[in-house]
């Protein structure tokens, strides 16, 4: 439910051979089926619902002529940033995940300093925010009562299976694994975006790391 495998239209896979290298890659996982987010980003990545669901058909296309087995949807990870905020005020339909279910994420520069307006907002619109990967946002690294407060604002929380890996560093790490222990995450997912992070999905100690942290424990599905 969070992954960057369409052509072309942000920094995940830049054409369709590649989306199809990547879908066939998360196909031997297991993966039946894959709701992909591309970045919407006001000063870098302003797709639409048209630029989006154009390379959703593509890449349906082309997986059916290849014959891959995979149902294939689209929604948006959408930055809290002022283009966000317009398009909400505006009453733009926004492309959730499920239902009024949306994607969102945070600068990893800096926190939001109107975060409980912008989930305000958010809420009274109509939709339920996931708040991408909050274990990689370093300004929470050192008080993990943010992640308790993300939850308390009214965001559900989802983490990078790669986070749990030290991918992305060994203070990430130690974050996702905090919120994975302290069962504040709903969800889980690849944010794949290349073929590196795909390798290191198919490692086998990953895939055992991922079994332990997601075994036993219930998380929403689609």
Do not use: W
């Not at 994607?103 to 809420?123: D, G, R």
């Not at 993300?150 to 989802?158: A, H, M, N, S, V």
């Not at 905090?178 to 086998?204: P, R, S």
Request: aromatic share 10%.
């Amino acid at each position: 439910m969070h992954s960057h495998i369409l052509p072309g239209i942000d920094d995940g896979s830049p054409d369709i051979a590649t989306s199809l290298e990547l879908i066939r890659g998360l196909n031997k996982l297991g993966i039946k089926k894959s709701i992909t987010t591309p970045h919407i980003i006001g000063d870098l990545y302003r797709n639409t619902p048209h630029t989006i669901n154009k390379a959703l058909q593509q890449t349906k296309d082309a997986c059916a002529a290849e014959g891959i087995d995979i149902e294939l949807s689209a929604a948006a990870e959408y930055m809290l940033d002022d283009h966000f905020m317009a398009l909400l005020k505006n009453g733009e339909p926004l492309l959730t995940i499920h239902s009024n279910i949306i994607l969102t994420e945070q600068s990893y520069a800096s926190p939001n300093n109107k975060l409980e307006e912008t989930v305000f907002e958010i809420i009274t619109g109509g939709y339920n925010p996931i708040m991408a990967h909050p274990e990689r946002y370093g300004y929470y690294h050192k008080n993990y009562d943010n992640y308790h407060r993300l939850k308390e604002l009214g965001f559900i929380l989802q983490v990078n299976l790669l986070s749990l890996t030290g991918y992305y560093g060994g203070a990430v790490a130690k974050a996702a694994k905090y919120i994975m222990t302290h069962e504040l995450a709903d969800y889980v997912g690849t944010d794949l975006h290349h073929a590196k992070h795909l390798a290191a999905l198919q490692q086998k100690e990953n895939l055992q790391l991922f079994i332990k942290y997601t075994e036993g424990k219930s998380f929403n599905t689609f």
